[in-house]
Structures are given as C-alpha cells and as structure tokens.
T-cell receptor, first 111, second 115 residues
C-alpha cells in the first residue's frame, strides 16, 4: 500500500501562473482533504471532499479550486498563483470520523 | 481565531527524561483530541488520541491527559528518545452533527531530545 501520495513534491511558479496538485490514496477512503502549512502555523484546511463528485470549502479556500472526479484522487488547482500561496500543501484522507492519513507534502514557491 | 493553542514553540529534553507537551483549546464542544507527529519533509502521522469522555489514554511510552474543566491536554513521553525529535501538533475534532470530523490544529511544538 502506498497510502497517500502527492505529485509533485516541489514546484516553483511565477506570479499569475497556474498549476494543479494531485493527491492519490489507495485506502478506499471516502473523505479527502487539502491543507496548507505556513511557518509557525498549524495546518489549515483549504477544501475537502466527502465523496466522489463532491467538494466543499474549508477555512482558507480563496484562490484555490478542487475536483474529485474519482474516489481515489483529489486535485487542488491554483488558477493564478500569488506569492501568498507559497506554502507546503498536504493532502489527507480518512473514513468518516476516522484517523486522517497524510501525504508527504508539496512545497510550492511563488515568485 | 485559534481554537487550539500550543503556546510553546519548542521544547528541549535530555534523553531518558520525560517530555511534556501542552495544548489548550477554547471550544468546549470538541469531542476528540489527537496528537500528530511530523518529521521534516514528511507528512504528519497520527500518534495518539483521547475522547472527551476520558481523562487519560496510554500507548506505550506515550500518554495523553485531558482536563476538560481547564480545557487543557498534555502529551507525556517517557522515556524520551532522540528519535522522538519532531514537531508535535495537537488537534481537536468536532464530531457531533457531522461525520466530517474536521480537525483544528495547533501551531505545533518542536521537540528536541538530546543525548
């Protein structure tokens, strides 16, 4: 079992560029989440999904979009990257009210 | 508005001694509390949890204590080992009224265990 994987591991973008982060899980979890972690901050929830075809906003959703076309995948998109989106992004998955399993993270720098 | 607070950004402990990491919360409706451990360049991993109806949960060297009246929980690691050096995140979960189980994280405490 690979658990939760994230692609890419690192990325540098220029302001205004777009990109998509991919999260995949092989645990058949219904729920998936995208978090960001900034220095000195805890993890903050960006968007989440409670099932295939469903998404919802978390605590800090502005500037991001998500899609869950397949149960095992959860995509996070940045349409027009800004320096404030420089962060480490973590994906997680879980059963309802279950323990969340996290991926290794994607380090994104926007210049 | 930080609902889960870890007021100590760092803690340094000698190998073999006890490490005590503290966490405070403001929302009395939280049902479940968790500790996650994070090594550099890795995602957080679940360590131990406690339900709001209990005051102690133990798993090997790790024990979590919950004081609901003080809205405070702590993680004890005994004995501490160099491999315990990591960032520890406290998290709280609201279960009632939803199956989402959204987690609210503290800012983390960097634990360093020195030989």
């Amino acid at each position: 079992n690979a658990g939760v994987t994230q692609t890419p591991k690192f990325r540098v973008l220029k302001t205004g560029q777009s990109m998509t982060l991919l999260c995949a899980q092989d645990m058949n979890h219904e729920y998936m989440y995208w978090y960001r972690q900034d220095p000195g901050m805890g993890l903050r929830l960006i968007h989440y999904s409670v099932g295939e075809g469903t998404t919802a906003k978390g605590e800090v959703p502005d500037g991001y979009n998500v899609s869950r076309l397949k149960k095992q995948n959860f995509l996070l998109g940045l349409e027009s990257a800004a320096p404030s989106q420089t962060s480490v992004y973590f994906c997680a998955s879980s059963y309802p009210l279950g323990e969340q399993y996290f991926g290794p993270g994607t380090r994104l720098t926007v210049t | 508005d930080q609902q889960v607070k870890q007021n100590s950004p760092s803690l340094s402990v000698q190998e073999g001694r006890i490490s005590i990491l503290n966490c405070d919360y403001t929302n009395s409706m939280f049902d479940y509390f968790l500790w996650y451990k994070k090594y550099p360049a890795e995602g957080p991993t679940f360590l131990i949890s406690i339900s709001s109806i209990k005051d102690k949960n133990e798993d090997g060297r790790f024990t979590v204590f919950l004081n609901k009246s003080a809205k405070h929980l702590s993680l004890h690691i005994v004995p501490s080992q160099p491999g315990d050096s990591a960032v520890y995140f406290c998290a709280a979960r609201l279960d009632r009224g939803s199956t989402l189980g959204r987690l609210y994280f503290g800012r983390g405490t960097q634990l360093t265990v020195w030989p």
